[in-house]
DNA sequence: TCCAATTCGGACAATTTGTATCCGCTTTAA
DNA sequence: TTAAAGCGGATACAAATTGTCCGAATTGGA
């Protein structure tokens, strides 16, 4: 059980489009390029975070990525859910109902106390992904990481790579 | 992200081996008929679950698979953590401190903030599961699907398959 | 005391799933 | 019309999951 490590890449890139000239797209390739990230790969992430509506695409010659809410409205839960898809992590597959001496189908209306637990736990963590934004996400990272001259680094990067 | 059956199929023989007579042991092979599980992968788990100190194995004519501690004294999180390791779910890889605009060493004493979000979110996971044993999900299961006719055709089973 | 039956344990192979890449298509602005 | 950019499908590659096998340990009886 391992989160895939396209939902790291999609925070950090959701916090890099945060920061991006608003109304302005960021091309996927220069996105890659922030993190040396494998570009192809992080096309198909970026897809997904489309295709969930975190992010809008615009295609053409001036084309590019930027986010499609305000920073402060996209949770680490939305990412997340848009990358390893809605379903949920522990899935009850009924063992229960079979062998020898099944728990007969009157007594399934309910759901397995072991799935119930393990959907609350499920619940929990959600909860409190949930409640961590992107925009605070950046509030942090620039407290701890940024002085003044790496932040005028940072922007003088994004200023060439949005258009 | 996925949590593997085996977690389940796991909670599940726990249940079992503690309705089963005391100081006795069940085959693996018995206790993946109870719940027609394929038997060589079972006892894959089985074997993760003794490396845990979850159950004790008996090897020979008489051995077979015995709770190591009490019901009440196994979490689901014990289990889950024997079924698939001991690692977090997250696991940063620091890309911050890669590209052109990278976050200084000096910055990264601290974890990343996003690492920390997801790592709380985990915590949490974690402590709901731990509150939750065996002995608990037995009584719920008993509780919500045993009559008196099940109840004698299961302690039959278990009877016969124990040695 | 030795042998046969039974059972767990760990190394090994196969299959499925996920990861990563590439290429042709559509869209857009110059 | 052309170059830049995202979209989706097809395809290779890697890894985790699933499954198999044979050896080691233990027991009970000859």
Redesign the interface.
Known sequence: ?????G???A??VCGVLAAAPKGQGVPGLKLA?????PPAYLAKQLQALSRAGIVAADRGVKGGYRLARAPSDIS?LDI?LAI??TGP?????E??Q????P??PA??R?I???AR??L???A???T??AG?SIAE?NR??AA??FDDK?RH??EA?IADAAR
Do not use: N
């Not at 390029?33 to 990230?37: R, W």
């Open positions: 059980m391992r989160i895939s490590d939902v790291e890449w925070v950090h390029e922030f993190h040396e990230l680490l997340v390893e898809g992590v522990f899935r009850c597959t063992i229960r079979r062998g020898p001496c728990t007969p007594a399934c309910r397995c106390p072991i637990a393990f609350a736990a499920e929990v963590w959600r409190s992904l961590v996400m942090a990272a701890e990481s790496r680094q940072f990067w």
